[in-house]
């Protein structure tokens, strides 16, 4: 909508709430105060139960990336995820970390806590993730090839069978993409999971096939960012048509889409356009979703230098707009391409964004819900699509 369209809004939905204001005061509110009535009445502090999740019903799951707190001490949080959302992520407790600490020792309390919220309440359940090279224990990483590959798939083998029937999709492999061209692993990540598997890439087959092996229903991703840049988006499909001409079990590609203001709309959708030129039958999942308030160059991301000037605690209107619109967008894109099967933002509510601490300490505004549990204006653009942002 242009500025003037917007403003006209404005002074309309002004001059109608001056008129009921007027209508039931009338002598004790003279026409010539107009300039101190609000232009618009506050926006709601809450949503219609279901506005988001029933928005997208014949499209996509809606999901959210939340941790145990928010089911089991943030009672605001646990009833916005069952009112509004179709599926949730854990952020962290399902990574190899949380669920195997020390080879062969399973800890699965906190992950089933989650399942079970999420099965009481009709949520679906996105795993994230089987393998990573963060958040793993060495231990992973030891011995020789084949003790990698044997270990691994035996990790595999049981945490699928474990949540069997309970998830829907797995993040089997999580950034295995390498971020620079020139690297001599490209189009792979030269991480510790190549050089433990004898400089190879061979370590994603491994995982495929255990995960396949072990609940032949359950939707396999491989998971990656970026992948609204042309450079990384060339070298992850390299890495997934490579699997599927040689028969790897993968269902579809998850695209984290960390964004920023500054970000392409049209690259993300056409990260998903590129998946279905090339693949057909592949699904598309956007697993990481959150929109960063600033714009930031590279070099903040790489070294942490030029970043952008914080907000504090006040976000300039303009840019919560924008980020808005930009949420529309999206989410619009995304409804409109039938292989998008679940959209998951990272995170509830912004205080509790990784983003508050990344690339750089600073307080970001980057998810659906403000830190009091109010809808943003960003939850209202994609959940009524007649809302004047
Ligand atoms: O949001 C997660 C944060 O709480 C963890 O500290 C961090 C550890 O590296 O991982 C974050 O989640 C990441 C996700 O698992 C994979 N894609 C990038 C996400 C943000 O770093």
């Not at 990784?354 to 009091?372: A, C, H, I």
Request: hydrophobic letters at 40%.
């Amino acid at each position: 909508m242009n500025i003037n369209a917007r403003l006209r809004l404005k002074l309309l939905a002004g001059a109608a709430f001056f008129a009921l204001v007027g209508c039931g005061r009338g002598k004790e509110l003279p026409l010539s105060s107009a300039a101190v009535v609000p232009l618009l009445p506050p926006s709601p502090p809450t949503a219609a139960d279901g506005a988001l999740k029933g928005q997208y019903e014949s499209n996509f799951l809606v999901g959210a990336a939340i941790g145990l707190a928010q089911i089991q001490s943030e009672t605001e949080d646990a009833d916005i995820l069952v009112k509004q959302f179709s599926s949730i992520t854990a952020e962290n407790i399902m990574k190899p970390q949380s669920l195997s600490p020390a080879e062969g020792v399973y800890n699965f309390a906190d992950a089933d806590a989650l399942v079970n919220f999420s099965e009481a309440n009709g949520i679906a359940i996105r795993g994230h993730t089987l393998l990573w090279h963060r958040q793993t224990p060495d231990y992973f990483f030891q011995g020789t090839p084949i003790e990698v590959k044997d270990r691994l798939q035996k990790y595999i083998t049981d945490v699928v069978t474990h949540f069997k029937g309970k998830v829907y999709a797995w993040d089997v492999v999580n950034e295995v993409v390498t971020d620079n061209g020139s690297d001599i692993t490209a189009p792979y990540r030269n991480s510790r999971w190549y050089q433990a598997a004898g400089n190879s890439k061979d370590y994603i087959d491994w995982a495929f096939e255990a995960a396949r092996a072990a609940d032949p229903d359950t939707k396999l991703f491989l998971n990656d960012y970026n992948t609204e840049t042309s450079g990384k988006r060339t070298r992850l499909l390299a890495v997934v048509k490579d699997l599927i001409d040689r028969g790897i079990p993968i269902d579809g590609v998850g695209h984290q889409h960390h964004l920023q203001l500054s970000s392409n709309v049209d690259q993300a959708l056409k990260a998903i356009d590129d998946v279905d030129a090339l693949f057909s039958g592949l699904i598309n999942h956007i697993t990481e979703l959150d929109i960063s308030v600033y714009s930031d160059p590279g070099e903040c991301f790489s070294s942490g230098e030029n970043c952008a000037t914080s907000y504090g605690d006040n976000v300039p209107e303009s840019v919560i707009n924008d980020q808005a619109q930009m949420y529309r967008d999206l989410f619009t894109g995304f409804a409109a391409r039938p292989s998008v099967k679940s959209v998951s933002l990272w995170g509830l509510t912004d205080d509790a964004s990784w983003l508050n601490g990344f690339p750089v300490e600073r307080p970001n505004y980057p998810l659906l819900y403000d830190k009091d549990r109010k809808v943003k204006k960003a939850f209202q653009a994609v959940s009524d699509l007649n809302f004047v942002i």
